[in-house]
């Protein structure tokens, strides 16, 4: 945890550690305090495309631009270790989402768990989550829970063949 001004620490110490495969580094969670604009983002995402240590990236206090959410799908397309994602805060939305999807997300092996709770989703989105889910032949639960998907979105959702989801929480 870092203390201090919030979004006045970088992401420099976390990119070294990802970068040279710490082993103990196996969880990540990034707090407010840090700042995580497009650039941290990127030099994240370079740093976890050969990373096979870390398997649980959480950063739900951020903002997540278009930009930055097709950097990580970039970046899922190579990372093998990666089991759990949450990013993003309520203000994510359907356009980023969708351009972590378009950027590789669908093609990532690894993920076990996607969890897209709160995070400002309509039904907009709801073909993008499905081209994940016909896909990812990894991908075991999904949490959709306290977004604005509504009734039709589920039930389309629903009438997609899942290659490997096994769990959904609404």
């Known amino acids: 945890m870092v203390w201090g001004k919030a979004g ?3 992401m420099g110490d976390l990119v070294k550690r990802l970068t040279a495969n710490d082993p103990a580094l196996k969880s990540l969670t990034i707090l407010k305090f840090r700042r995580l ?11 976890l495309q050969a990373n096979t240590a870390l398997q649980d990236l ?14 990580m ?15 993003g805060n309520s203000k994510f939305g359907d356009e980023a989402l969708t351009a972590l999807v378009d950027a590789g997300l669908h093609l990532n092996s690894s993920l076990r768990s996607w969890d897209l709770e709160h995070k400002g989703l309509s039904q907009v989105c709801v073909k993008s989550i499905g081209r994940v889910l016909q896909q990812h032949t990894a991908l075991q639960h ?7 998907i509504s009734d039709a979105g589920l039930q389309q959702l629903c009438a997609i063949p899942w290659a490997a989801l096994r769990q959904v929480e609404v």
């Open 8 to 10: 006045s620490t970088g």
């Open 37 to 47: 604009d497009d650039e941290d983002v990127a030099q994240l995402c370079e740093a």
């Open 58 to 71: 959480t950063c739900i206090s951020h903002v997540i631009s278009c930009q930055a959410a097709a950097s």
């Open 73 to 87: 799908g970039n970046m899922l397309q190579l990372n093998k270790s990666l089991l759990h994602l949450n990013i």
């Open 142 to 148: 999904l949490q959709l829970s306290r977004n604005a």
